[in-house]
């Protein structure tokens, strides 16, 4: 049983540019959601996507923004980046919308240079 | 006032060492709680699932509830090197999103 898959593993990119981050579910599951850590911090909520539908969203600005698939994969897309935007972005899936345990993948690490 | 608290270490002990791992929350509606373990580099994994107050156990790990003093805990009994990770406490807020602590860096020395 695949857990939670990520790519690209490691993203280096200039400010201002765009970036578009995948996520694959745990088999069975039906929700995923979105983190950003920066190093030495705890996971900061981005937002969580639903029967392809945004459905709550954190303290983060438009740029910020995603995308659900039929088959419940999800993206992440950030637009004009900013120095501040490096760190790694991991995606958790769960099972209900949300309403279950949340099992994250190994994350994409961005680096804005 | 952060939301979730925690001590971010690092907390060093011998191997067998019995482990302490602590959270305070700001929030008394807080119903769910979790403990996660991350390896550098590596995603979050999660370890402990709570609902409530009360003890949980699973092997050697027993997580702790306390919600008159919004306080939760984790306990690693006969620690061992392959422990040493950073430890995360998350609570489930409402429409299910998590909010982590900082983080507790451990290191168990062989």
């Known amino acids: 049983d695949a857990g939670v898959t990520q790519s690209p593993t490691h993203l280096i990119k200039t400010r201002g540019q765009q970036v578009t981050l995948r996520c694959s579910p745990k088999?069975?599951?039906?929700?995923v959601s979105w983190y950003q850590q920066a190093l030495g911090q705890g996971p900061q909520f981005i937002f969580q996507?639903?029967?392809?539908?945004?459905?709550q969203r954190g303290n983060f600005p438009d740029r910020f923004s995603g995308h659900q698939f039929p088959n419940y994969s999800s993206e992440l897309n950030v637009n004009a980046l900013l120095l501040g935007d490096s760190a790694l972005y991991l995606c958790?899936?769960?099972?209900?919308?949300?309403?279950?345990?949340?099992?994250f993948g190994p994350g994409t690490r961005l680096t804005v240079t | 006032q952060k939301e979730v608290e925690q001590d971010p270490g690092p907390l060093s002990v011998p191997e067998g060492a019995i482990v302490s791992l602590n959270c305070t929350y700001s929030n008394s509606a807080f119903q769910y709680f979790m403990w996660y373990r991350q390896y550098s580099r590596k995603g979050p994994e999660l370890l402990m699932y709570?609902?409530?107050?009360g003890n949980k156990e699973d092997g050697r790990f027993t997580a702790q509830v306390d919600k008159s003093s919004k306080y939760i805990s984790l306990f690693i009994r006969d620690s061992q090197p392959s422990d040493s990770a950073t430890y995360l406490c998350?609570?489930?807020?409402?429409?299910?999103?998590?909010?982590f602590g900082a983080g507790t860096i451990l290191r168990v020395k062989s």
């Open positions: 998350a609570i489930r807020e409402y429409g299910n999103k998590l909010v």
């Open positions: 088999s069975g599951h039906d929700t």
């Open positions: 996507y639903y029967e392809e539908e945004e459905r």
């Open positions: 709570t609902y409530s107050s």
């Open positions: 958790a899936s769960s099972h209900s919308g949300g309403a279950d345990e949340q099992y």
